[in-house]
């Protein structure tokens, strides 16, 4: 399948810091890329979906402002991280699907290896 | 109701067991199936797309029922590697084509 990656793996910071974190598909190209997060015991949640060229959609309830995405190449989707705070601590993980990948593969969705980040 | 439901599990079997896990969807409109394999703190990985009736892979049997809104999945001759969290997917055209999680069935396979 389809190769992401995301860097980095692990990120430890201070309240109050921002943190970029990169997602990247290795050997197709994605207009659009999803970032996750995931708290302990608890499913995926959906938070934005970046779409290459144009701006962000979010989810109901995450805030634009503090989770910026920017996605300026078919390849390359960064997500912000604006004045962590502890309670930002979480698991974030990107994914992407190969739009010229043929039905019934098209709607495959592979997922980068995430990224644990923990405020302090 | 939650749009996509499983069985949480714990599920424990021996090696070489054979183990099913269902999972319902709410939306009628969905159009696409997947399950994934998500280790504890690892990303999910594709397991397996569900077409059409179903498919097979392996070890692995998927099965779609469009009727009755589920999709199940049967692991035979278990193995310890096997233990994981199975997370159930959906598409519907009207979410946007973003996946729609379940919560996760978790697998135990023990020697």
Known sequence: GAVVSQHPSRVICKSGTSVKIECRSLDFQATTMFWYRQFPKQSLMLMATSNEGSKATYEQGVEKDKFLINHASLTLSTLTVTSAHPEDSSFYICSARDVLAPLPTYNEQFFGPGTRLTVL | ?111
């Open chain 2, 1 to 111: 109701r939650k749009e996509v439901e499983q069985d949480p599990g714990p599920f424990n079997v021996p090696e070489g067991a054979t183990v099913a896990f269902n999972c319902t969807y709410s939306n009628s409109a969905s159009q696409s199936f997947f399950w994934y394999r998500q280790d504890c703190r690892k990303e999910p990985k594709l397991l397996m797309s569900v077409y059409s009736s179903g498919n097979e892979d392996g070890r692995f049997t998927a099965q779609l029922n469009r009727a009755s809104q589920y999709i199940s999945l049967l692991i035979r001759d278990s193995k310890l590697s096997d233990s994981a969290t199975y997370l159930c997917v959906v598409i519907a055209m009207e979410y946007g084509n973003k996946l729609v999680f379940g919560a996760g069935t978790i697998l135990r396979v023990k020697s």
